[in-house]
């Protein structure tokens, strides 16, 4: 949510390398886009816009006719004020003595703007982030980083901010809950919000942790605890990623790309370390309560958790969604265990959840796809689902290897962790089967036919009532068809009001004890006129369509959901919408 990236360095285009590296982090925010660059004269120019920064081919000459060997940039999801070119960042102070760029909320701003303007500054903004560069300047007296500092300690909220000076040549940065990366290259310095955007240059990172800050200068890097005011030493992580995983390569879109890649990212997450499985399946097992928590899609995979955890192990594990979590936190004790569902680990409320359990000496698990994560970092035992960089805004191919890490962990926990594996890897090789051209030609029949619907609904059964909850997401972010998933038997409980002739009702039915009853909720809907598209192992009469699926047992879902990924995405394409970059989203959600 909102990419920064800055460069210190002896390259003089600085803009331009901005430039480059904020397009790889254009998946946090597409709303607008801005850079400012510190010529060496110390004068700074702004360019910023509307739009997506992969339109942009070549900067205003400002930025690029004379040396700057400093610039800082970012890619806007607006969260305070519209989106307009002047809510665009970075934002400046007055005479652009300060220039910040900032992702995250300042939560204090409409009271520290208040008692900024009675002292005279001047807004041309409507943002929280203008405030910061307001704040900085009117302290500026004291030092740039001693302003800097007095601005942190002013602002309330979780964010993180980078500022640029007219009069020194170095870049502060601070973090406070969103995330802020540093890559040292030979006497050059990055700071992201994530890898890619530096990717080219270095595969050394150090990484800021809450409440820390850092300087970046010609002669050196410091690190500061803005706790204790003193400076710390960070230790340098060599990145074992491949640029070229984080690119389309042949593929249209990111989101096809990924969905194909279930072939072999379902494998990478079934291979575990199994002492790790069986520590986690025992701490389950002797927890007071095990809470799993994730948001969205990976709050989803969390309630086919619950599920798989009744079926499989007997055993009862609650659910909830990071931003509904505080509301149990009373039941929640030393000896109760969390398990954290996230394939950025940088959710906001996914990580609000695990800091107010933490507090409370609750161990924490995460299923994770960013191995250095927040989430991650803060977490007592990290399962990393090893499905690679996802950079669609739709999840997919990291939903399925949430799942799988599940299954996994519910067979471990009922002793029959070999039984799991054997199961996941059958499903893996029928996926491989599943996955071709022909399949998603076939597919893309059924999307030219519904194409221009309203409404769509999805129901599903026990596993794959979640299921039928997640395909309503995947249709509803990318196609932008209303689309809603239920529970089949709630269907006649109320939205079964809403079926009329023709519309499109996706049946999710498994090949098991739930079949008749799935069935029949169908039958239900095809009486009113709605056109019935069966996911299912096998055809049934009530089916107008049917999408042929593995009979996968407790497997189920992460079969069922794909076609569905693949149907979002053909619905997208045809209907014109960018299926990377859905319209008001970002891929990862770093505010409350
Ligand atoms: C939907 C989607 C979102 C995320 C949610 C949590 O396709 O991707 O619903 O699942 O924002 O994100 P993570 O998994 O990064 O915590």
Redesign the pocket.
């Known amino acids: 949510m909102c990419g920064i990236f800055a460069y210190l360095g002896p390259k003089s285009n600085s803009a331009q390398i901005v430039l480059e590296g904020l397009k790889k982090l254009e998946y946090r925010g597409y709303d607008s886009w801005g850079i400012a660059c510190r010529r060496d004269s110390g004068e700074i120019v702004i360019e910023k816009h509307t739009g997506k920064i992969s339109d942009v081919s070549s900067l205003k000459k400002e930025l690029t006719e004379e040396p700057a060997h400093i610039a800082i940039g970012h890619s806007r999801w607006a969260t305070h004020g519209g989106v307009t070119d002047m809510n665009a960042h970075p934002h400046a102070s007055e005479e652009k003595e300060i220039v910040i760029a900032h992702n995250g909320i300042l939560e204090n701003y409409e009271s520290l703007k208040k008692d900024l303007i009675e002292k005279g500054h001047k807004f041309v903004s409507e943002t929280d982030t203008e405030v910061f560069a307001h704040l900085i300047q009117e302290n500026i007296g004291e030092g740039f980083e001693q302003a800097f500092k007095i601005a942190l300690s002013k602002g309330a909220g979780r964010y993180a901010l980078i500022a640029i000076s007219k009069n020194e040549e170095k870049i502060l940065a601070a973090r406070r809950g969103s995330p802020l990366i540093v890559g040292t290259g030979s006497d050059e310095y990055f700071i992201a919000s994530d890898i890619p955007a530096f990717l080219k240059y270095t595969k050394k990172v150090m990484y800021l942790d809450d409440d820390q800050m850092v300087s970046l200068a010609k002669d050196g890097i410091t690190f500061t605890d803005l706790k204790t005011d003193k400076k710390i030493e960070k230790r340098t992580i060599i990145i074992d990623w491949d640029e070229k995983s984080a690119e389309k390569g042949e593929f249209k879109h990111f989101m096809l790309k990924e969905i194909m890649e279930q072939k072999m990212t379902l494998t990478r997450a079934i291979n575990q370390d199994e002492e790790k499985i069986l520590e986690v399946a025992q701490a389950i097992k002797t927890a007071y309560g095990t809470y799993i928590v994730?948001?969205?899609?990976?709050?989803?995979v969390g309630m086919v958790g619950t599920y798989l955890f009744s079926h499989i192990a007997q055993k009862h594990i609650n659910f909830m969604f990071?931003s509904e979590f505080s509301s149990f936190l009373p039941f929640m004790k030393d000896k109760s265990l969390m398990i954290a569902?996230?394939?950025?680990?940088?959710?906001a409320d996914?990580l609000e959840a695990i800091e107010e359990a933490k507090k409370k000496g609750v161990k924490i698990v995460s299923i994770v796809?960013?191995e250095t994560s927040t989430?991650a970092r803060i977490s007592d035992i990290v399962i990393p689902i090893k499905a690679g960089p996802e950079k669609a805004?739709?999840?997919?191919k990291?939903?399925t290897s949430?799942l799988a890490i599940l299954t996994l962990l519910a067979y471990a926990c009922a002793g029959k962790l070999d039984e799991g594996k054997r199961l996941l890897v059958a499903t893996a090789s029928q996926i491989n089967d599943m996955l071709n051209p022909r399949y998603e030609n076939y597919i893309r029949e059924i999307a030219e036919k519904i194409q221009n619907v309203e409404s769509m609904y999805i129901i599903g059964k026990d596993l794959n009532y979640p299921i039928a909850m997640e395909s309503a997401?995947?249709l509803q972010?990318v196609s932008y068809i209303h689309a809603e998933g239920f529970a089949g038997g709630e269907l006649k409980h109320g939205p079964i009001a809403l079926i009329s002739k023709g519309t499109p009702c996706i049946a999710i039915v498994a090949n098991d004890e739930t079949k008749a009853g799935i069935i029949s909720n169908a039958t239900e809907i095809k009486a009113r006129g709605g056109y019935i598209i069966g996911v299912s192992p096998e055809n049934n009469s009530v089916f107008d369509f049917w999408i042929k699926v593995p009979d996968a047992g407790m497997a189920s879902p992460i079969v069922s959901i794909i076609p569905i990924q693949i149907l979002a995405y053909q619905l997208a394409v045809l209907r014109q919408n960018n299926p990377d970059m859905p319209r008001n989203?970002a891929?990862?959600?770093t505010v409350k």
Do not use: D, F, P, R
């Not at 994730?294 to 989803?300: E, L, R, S, Y």
């Open positions: 994730g948001c969205g899609t990976a709050g989803k990071g569902i996230s394939q950025s680990g940088e959710t996914t796809n960013v989430m805004v739709a999840s997919t990291a939903t949430q997401i995947k972010e989203l891929k990862s959600v």
